[in-house]
C-alpha cells in the first residue's frame, strides 16, 4: 500500500511535505486536488476538510498539517512510522 499526499500547486506546506518524504525515502502517491475533482472529493470524505498538505495511509490520515505536526502525530503511532520507514528520530 502506497502512501497518498493531497496537494495544491503553489501550496508551501505541500512543498515542505514532499521534501519531508522524499529525504526519508517514503515514495508517496500525490494527488493534486485542484485538478481533480475526484481527487477532492475523496481528501473531504476522509479527513472532513478541503486544506492541503492532507496524508492518507490506510486508516491514518492527518490532514492540512506542517512538517512538525505530522511528525507529531506519527509519534502517536509508532508502527505507521515502522512501515513507512520513518526513523522515529527524524
Given at each position: 500500500m502506497k502512501p497518498i499526499l493531497y496537494i495544491k500547486p503553489g501550496c508551501p506546506w505541500c512543498r515542505a511535505a514532499r521534501s519531508y518524504f522524499e529525504q526519508h525515502g517514503v515514495e508517496v502517491d500525490l494527488r493534486d486536488v485542484n485538478a481533480s475533482k475526484s481527487?477532492?472529493?475523496r481528501m473531504v470524505e476522509i479527513?472532513?476538510?478541503?486544506?492541503?498538505p492532507t496524508f492518507e495511509y490506510g486508516e491514518f490520515v492527518v490532514a492540512d498539517f506542517s512538517v512538525d505536526e505530522f511528525q507529531a502525530e506519527l509519534e502517536e503511532?509508532?508502527?505507521?512510522?515502522?512501515?513507512?520507514?520513518?526513523?522515529e528520530e527524524a
Open positions: 481527487n477532492m472529493n479527513s472532513g476538510q478541503s486544506l492541503t503511532f509508532p508502527e505507521v512510522a515502522r512501515e513507512l520507514g520513518i526513523d
